[in-house]
């Protein structure tokens, strides 16, 4: 598409947006045609005496904030190719000046850049060359951000919220709660990484570890439990993600048993088991020699069959079923250990 005819397209939208803001601004509450105005607190900003205000909402959804006008303009973004794409933002960015006549409505530019991931790029030209305006531009944009930030805390990454902080530093126009929003966003953050840890699990993964230090010399398991660890610590769990981590604790379980039956096996001839054979050997052969009991190894057979991206339900989300299948893994892995006697 020629850059004048994607302008003059982008144009169409914002001038409608214009319009919807001169009918419902921020005179009247309201900014334009979002469905949000510039209160952005849950119980708009009630507090009962002796409680402590609530800043975020209790759910995280990246679904409610909505404008007829954006949905539009994030149509056209998504049928461009990259240039195009590059070019769209570019030239929304360019409107977050004083000297726009855009100026009222840079919430609604923020809004559509911030959806295309370009929120730090468009904050810091907003503070550069839009703050300072007589018209409210800069401040209904860092209310669009605090709503956004009220409604999205968990879907904007902990990076990003640096950058943000860093680039508003010194400041001096109402951020309408910024600073607080972002540090409860972060604690949010911080509380859903630590939502899978479980004191006791984590003391038998350690026994585990420090077990097979004194049995083993190898060091695939230490190093696949701090893989598999590492996923729970770094947040949402994408399909990529998921069908990694159960591959990792599936590779777990079969390292530690492959690892004890070829210990077990050596010496004796009549057992053909070797670093090559097929995963599921290694489980059979500790069944038929009785170090592991027919229910223990139909819970080994269930735990390799649900390590896998097929596993999981729609019931739970995949981060709770990797949790299960992780936390079930060190048990199992901890007992064959404690059994095994060098």
Known sequence: MDINELHKKINIALNEEVRAYSAKGRIRGGLGSMNIGLQSMPNNGWTNVGEIPQLLFPKSDKNIITSPNATILFKLYSSLDKSNKENFSTYLISHLRKDSPYVSIGYFIFFILYRVGETIKALKNARRALAGDSVNGYSNLLGTLSMIISREYLEIDQKTYEEIKLTLSGDTEHDFQLKEKINLALLKHLERDLSDVNPEIN????????????????????????????????????????????????????????????????????????????????????????????????????????????????????????????????????????????
């Open 203 to 342: 003391a038998d993964r350690d026994k585990v570890l420090e077990i097979w230090g004194e049995k083993f010399t190898t060091p695939e398991v230490p190093s696949m439990i701090k893989e598999i660890d590492d996923y729970f610590r770094e947040g949402e769990f994408t399909e990529t993600k998921f069908a990694t981590c159960i591959g990792r604790i599936r590779v777990l379980l079969v390292e530690i048993t492959k690892r004890i039956s070829l210990e077990l096996s050596k010496g004796d001839s009549k057992d053909s088991i070797s670093e090559s054979s097929h995963d599921h050997t290694f489980a059979q052969y500790l069944k038929n020699n009785k170090f592991i009991s027919d229910d223990e190894w139909k819970i080994l057979k269930s735990l390799y069959n649900m390590s896998s991206e097929e596993g999981s339900h729609s019931s739970i989300s995949k981060r709770e079923y990797a949790r299960l299948i992780k936390n079930m893994a060190y048990e199992i892995a901890l007992l064959l250990l404690n059994r095994y006697k060098i």
